[in-house]
């Protein structure tokens, strides 16, 4: 169950005219204006006064508004199936503001286990500071997370399909145990997009995505957004989105509404690419295991774990690859390739046991597949021992 039930007519409509039905005050341009102001003026104080009654929709001060912001809020939340949305500097700083805004000392999270890294240091780290303690839950099913509630769980936090290993959660069951209950459930649904998963149609109550990825799609923009119910996206900008100032450039917001308009023709190539992959991959005696999600959700990511003796094997395979870019991050136009193994000294990332020291996370982009798929066997070769 996705909850996508959008038609393909009602998805080009958001992604081409959604908001930019009326184009007479910026003189006709086919591409919307880029309001690049910090603040707006009124003619009268009392136009004033009326415009600060709500700054979440007023074109006041641009950490709260802005014209082109708003603009990618609207497909944002048509997109997502909900009543507004906000947009932010980051996908961490939409994750960390929606999971603020909601609870408070003395509260419990419970997350999905090994969620986005910086998702996990904010729940284990950073909060159990103010008051705010989490469990985090190894398995993805009702029942897993029905044991790991208390009293004093007011959130639940999901990453579905997750980082690294695509594994999927029961989002119908953990939305309703948690309605049930009066408990707040919070999705990234950076993995799959609106396109493929719609978390508000499953009863998940805010959806959190890193447009860093395929929303923005060129590696150019690092941005987040939120989506929600009226009040609960009130809840935030009145909170930590105002104090914290996170907020989204005009610039940058521009630079998503454009790479916004092809994420459906990027999505179908990236998949079809990344299913001939997997294929290809699931096969090979070199690959011990290829991590992928259900085909519903299935985007343009993998992993893979490499059967090799040893971190060495992991360098000859990554250095060798030449149309795969060694990076962090995903989601954009070229194919990139993020070896677990170099996370090995990093003060922010090595952990005991996760990730996987043989675990290469790649990217499929916008290449020819045939193309990706010898750059692959080349390395694969050259993974060999000497
Ligand atoms: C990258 C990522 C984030 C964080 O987004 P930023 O835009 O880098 O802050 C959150 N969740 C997932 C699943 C991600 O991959």
Redesign the pocket.
């Given at each position: 169950m996705s909850g996508v039930d959008l038609s393909a007519a009602e998805l080009s409509r958001i992604i081409n005219t959604e908001g930019e039905d009326d184009r007479r005050g910026s003189r006709g341009a086919v591409s919307p204006p880029i309001y690049q102001s910090a603040m707006f003026c009124f003619p009268t104080v009392a136009e004033m006064r009326a415009g600060l009654r709500d700054e979440l929709r007023t074109a006041f001060y641009t950490r709260g508004n802005n014209p082109t912001v708003e603009l990618l809020r609207r497909k944002l939340a048509a997109l997502e199936s909900s009543e507004d949305a906000l947009a932010f500097a980051?996908?961490?700083?939409?994750?960390s503001s929606a999971i603020i805004a909601h609870v408070a000392a003395g509260d419990e999270v419970v997350c999905i286990d090994r969620?986005?890294g910086?998702?996990g240091k904010l729940l284990g780290k950073l909060l159990p500071r103010f008051g705010v303690t989490a469990r985090f839950v190894a398995e993805g099913s009702v029942e897993a997370f029905a044991a790991a509630l208390s009293e004093r769980t007011r959130m639940i936090v999901v990453?579905s399909p997750?980082?690294l290993t695509f594994e999927t959660q029961d989002l119908v069951g953990i939305a309703a145990l948690a309605r049930e209950r009066g408990i707040v459930t919070l999705c990234?649904n950076?993995?799959a997009t609106p396109l493929k998963q719609r978390p508000i149609q499953l009863g998940i109550d805010l959806v959190?995505h890193?447009?860093?990825?395929y929303l923005n799609g060129h590696s150019d923009v690092?941005?987040?957004i939120l989506c929600g119910s009226h009040d609960a996206i009130r809840r935030v900008f009145d909170g930590p989105f105002m104090t914290l100032g996170a907020a989204l450039s005009p610039h940058d917001a521009w630079l998503l509404l454009r790479g916004l308009r092809t994420l459906p023709v990027r999505l179908r190539h990236m998949s079809e690419s990344a299913g001939r992959i997997v294929e290809r991959l699931r096969e090979d005696p070199r690959i011990a295991a290829v991590h992928y999600p259900a085909e519903d959700l299935a985007t343009g990511m993998l992993s893979v774990r490499l059967a090799t003796d040893g971190v060495a094997g992991v360098e000859r395979f990554c250095d060798a690859l030449e149309h795969f870019l060694l990076t962090c991050?995903?989601g954009g136009y070229e194919a990139l390739a993020y070896p677990m193994c170099a996370l090995s000294e990093s003060p922010n990332y090595a952990a005991d046991d996760w990730p996987p020291w043989n675990l290469v996370r790649l990217s499929v982009g916008l290449e020819d597949c045939d193309l990706l798929l010898a750059d692959l066997e080349q390395a694969l070769e050259a993974m060999a021992p000497r």
């Open positions: 980051s996908g961490s700083a939409a994750i969620p986005y910086w998702t990453e997750n980082s990234d950076s993995y959190a890193s447009a860093t990825k690092v941005a987040g991050s995903w």
